[in-house]
């Protein structure tokens, strides 16, 4: 099952995301409430973010595991037993800007290591040569998605449906 990201209405107070099943032709509306009050609404991100992972990370069927993380090291969400160190998450930041250590020493993801097979100002992509799962990392303005695609899951849907997120997310000035 892929989704559908579509933008619906945004307001100062609000973030609203629909997305929508072709396949069953329902629409499943996801909001997230943003305090407004500060000007650093995202360190303290609602528990819906949670519905992000589930909904639309793991329920599409091409996601094993997946997480929402701040560019400061921050956990957002993450699906349930997969915790990544706030070294990994920023080694991930520095490696959107210098990635040769992810090349060189691979991407740390929820204690595992994947190869590094791209990066570039938005996206690294990492995969295991042994079992063929892989890892995707997205880089928002204020936080990462990162997903991991093992047994069943289809690298090329989890990768559609990790940066049609991200470019979603990115679009909200996330």
């Not at 995202?42 to 528990?47: A, I």
Request: aromatic share 8%.
């Amino acid at each position: 099952m892929l989704y559908h990201l579509c933008p619906a209405d945004i307001d100062v107070t609000r973030v609203r995301c629909v997305l929508m099943k072709p396949e069953e032709w329902r629409y499943i509306a996801i909001t997230a409430d943003m305090d407004s009050s500060t000007d650093d609404a995202k360190n303290e991100m609602p528990s819906s973010w949670n519905e992000y992972i589930n909904t639309v990370m793991l329920e599409s069927g091409y996601v094993s595991k997946g997480a929402i993380y701040g560019i400061d090291g921050k956990k957002w969400a993450t699906s349930q037993g997969f915790e990544l160190s706030k070294d990994d998450i920023m080694t991930l930041v520095r490696g959107f800007t210098d990635p040769i250590k992810l090349y060189t020493d691979g991407i740390r993801i929820g204690g595992r290591t994947f190869t590094c097979t791209r990066s570039d100002s938005g996206l690294i992509v990492g995969r295991e040569s042994s079992a063929g799962h892989g890892c995707i990392v997205y880089r928002c303005n204020k936080c990462l998605v990162i997903a991991v695609h093992e047994d069943g899951a289809h690298p090329g849907g989890c990768h559609v449906t990790i940066t049609k997120l991200g470019d979603y997310l990115r679009d909200q000035g996330i």
